[in-house]
């Protein structure tokens, strides 16, 4: 439908809308054309944002390869770094259990997720053994880690010297 056509009143009331949207193009393009150096710089200008755009989506790009690759360093270092059956169980169970050396009957449970360190005392003697949960220890990493750096962070810290991870833990119920 021309906007001729539509002046004389016999058009849809859609019609209307796309006579002003040709109309208004029209304008911006002349005053585009009667300015050069508004056309240069709307041109450098949207250069520019593609440019930026480009760039965002490369780093972002090149950020989640390295989180993936530094994921699988991590598993492979915990895969070498426990026995096959404390993989299993980390596996199967989505928790590590390391035994106290000080406190005989107690047990760490070190989750597969970022979550909090769990103690259990136990008693294998009577005739029904059980687990109880004594209290969850809390301790975050300064910078983002893998999953598998803080399970073996955190099984290391207790084998190495327990009194001391549990005077850095905040300790919660």
Same mark, same amino acid.
């Given at each position: 439908?021309?906007?001729?056509?539509?002046?004389?009143?016999?058009?849809?009331?859609?019609? +209307?809308?796309?006579?002003?949207?040709? !109309?208004?193009?029209?304008?911006?393009?002349?005053?585009?054309?009667?300015?050069?150096?508004?056309?240069?710089?709307?041109? @450098?200008?949207?250069?520019?944002?593609?440019?930026?755009?480009?760039? @965002?989506?490369?780093?972002?790009?090149? +950020?989640?390869?390295? &989180? #993936?690759?530094?994921?699988?360093?991590?598993?492979?270092?915990?895969?070498?770094? *426990?026995?096959?059956?404390?993989?299993?169980?980390?596996?199967? +169970? /989505? $928790?590590?259990?390391?035994?106290?050396? @000080? $406190?005989?009957? $107690?047990? $760490?449970?070190?989750?597969?997720? &970022?979550?909090?360190?769990?103690?259990?005392?136990?008693? &294998?003697?009577?005739?029904?053994? #059980?687990?109880?949960?004594?209290?969850?220890?809390? *301790?975050?990493?300064?910078?983002?880690?893998?999953?598998?750096?803080?399970?073996? !962070?955190?099984?290391?810290? *207790?084998?190495?010297?327990? &009194?001391? #991870?549990?005077?850095?833990?905040? +300790?919660? /119920?």
């Amino acid at each position: 439908m021309d906007c001729l056509q539509l002046a004389s009143g016999n058009s849809a009331p859609g019609d +209307r809308l796309v006579c002003q949207g040709q !109309a208004l193009l029209r304008n911006w393009t002349a005053g585009v054309m009667a300015s050069p150096l508004l056309a240069v710089g709307v041109l @450098l200008g949207t250069l520019i944002a593609l440019l930026i755009l480009w760039r @965002l989506g490369r780093s972002i790009i090149t +950020r989640q390869r390295e &989180q #993936y690759a530094a994921k699988k360093r991590a598993e492979a270092l915990l895969r070498a770094s *426990i026995s096959t059956e404390q993989y299993q169980q980390l596996l199967s +169970r /989505g $928790y590590l259990e390391i035994p106290s050396r @000080l $406190y005989p009957g $107690y047990l $760490y449970r070190i989750p597969r997720g &970022q979550q909090r360190v769990q103690i259990y005392e136990t008693n &294998q003697t009577v005739t029904i053994p #059980y687990a109880r949960k004594l209290a969850e220890l809390c *301790i975050v990493p300064c910078d983002p880690v893998p999953d598998a750096d803080m399970v073996l !962070a955190h099984k290391l810290m *207790i084998e190495a010297d327990e &009194q001391t #991870y549990l005077s850095i833990a905040n +300790r919660i /119920g």
